[in-house]
């Protein structure tokens, strides 16, 4: 294969499919679990589907090393590769492989058919790897509309359960509506600029040529991305969504097109230099902080590295914000793997008292829970720590003072609902029987995966660090990335 590839780059025109390496293997074997699936027995379907497709993310994560060696544009400017895009791409890929060797128990004792659950799996993510490269807003709306379609026919896959299709519903209805309105902003942007492409649209508007147009197209645009990221006040369909959709979808759906939907948003944000952003992201940060949901609150800590809008301070924001979203999809992948497992059929046992006495039960799948959940607060040594750490000084460095107070002081009220499920955990007994299975070798290999990513972003960010800072430089014009500040290191004993 990788002879076929140099040979296959000599030829001019083959670039460009180089540059779409990883969504070309996500679809052919999107493709091949779907021609398979009538031919595999039901009771076999859940397992080999299952490890094809994560064949399929181990070879999309091979394709994304080997575009990163191939930089630049492809398809008439409509797609970049670059250290930005290389790295939203590998971590949708990433997160999509983990969700899938979850999947592999979920399925079987649910009962339900693989086969169409892995595909969309696959082209949910070709959509969101789309939306990471995509310097061109009709791609941009290409990608989040195959990214969409699939993840609303997965929220409603528990077909048996009344909520499930209750919540595909609403998040189709609503979503084609948040949809409308980022079409609807592209399509004023291009009345006012003359062009979808990002680039030549941050040259208009350096230009100073800034009418009441250019406003209301990114008014539009922030709404129909603030719907995908569920930042207030577009998160009204989070609870229901999430409470219908199987666990496993959930842990999938609040991760992976939301870090896609974060790399539109700060290519919007930072690429584009979007007027009046500042407070519309202030508010809408301090309003998602605020509120009491878990992803909801994280979506708002992450969008205080988006506030930081001045030439000097860009890069640092940048690199918060993609270090954060990494951090928050280990952690998050990784807590409702564990959720998933525990569920049971039916998903019976998803209420705080059925948690009680867990760490007697089952003291590994009980401490591995409170790793992501000691992440979630943010305690040293874990991901989630050093995420807060870097989004809040680099917020108090550019004097965003109130913004930083607010989510300190919310992160501490949200480690309550955190702490109170460790309580529930190791100092309460079991009030009722809840059967916890044995867990499989796919969820073991997630849930391994997910605690060595959140420990490795706890004790050595660096590496990340340093390659979300190179992918700032590339995602901002020249002038601004020479000039910005370098982001904060963290202290030795940590680092080291």
Known sequence: ???????????????????????IVLSL??????????????????????????????????ATWYMAQSPGLAFSNIVRVDSFSIFFTFLVIAIAAVVILTSFEYMTVQRIRAGEYYALILF???????MASAVELVMIFIGLEISSISTYILAGFRRHE???????LKYFLLGSFATAFFLYGVALIFGATGSTNIDIISQKLQSGNIGLLVYAAMAMMFVGLGFKVAIAPFHIWTPDVYEGAPAPVVGFMSTAPKAAAFAVLLRVVFAINAPGRFWFLWVAAALSMTLAYSSIAHAGYLLVAFAMTTPENSVTGISAAMFYTAAYAAMNVGAFAVVSHFANAGERYVNLEDYEGLGRSSPLLAATLTIFLLSLIGIPITGGFFAKFYVFSAALRADLVWLTLIGVVNSAIGAYYYLRIIVVMYMRESRKEVPVAPVSFGLATALALSVFATLYLGLLPNRILQVAQHSAQD?????????????????????H
């Open 124 to 130: 949910s993510v070709v959509g969101m790897a789309l």
């Open 29 to 62: 074997f999107g493709i091949l679990v779907m021609v398979l699936d009538p031919l595999v027995d039901e009771e076999n379907s859940q397992k080999a589907l299952g490890y094809i497709s994560f064949i399929g993310t181990l070879g999309a994560l091979l």
């Open 1 to 23: 294969m990788t002879l076929l590839l140099a040979q296959l780059q000599t030829i001019p025109q083959s670039i460009d499919y180089v540059r779409i390496l990883p969504e």
């Open 162 to 168: 009344a909520s499930s299709s209750e919540s595909s």
């Open 475 to 495: 995602l901002l014009p020249l002038p601004s990335a020479a000039a910005a500040a370098q982001i904060p290191q963290p202290a030795p004993s940590s680092a």
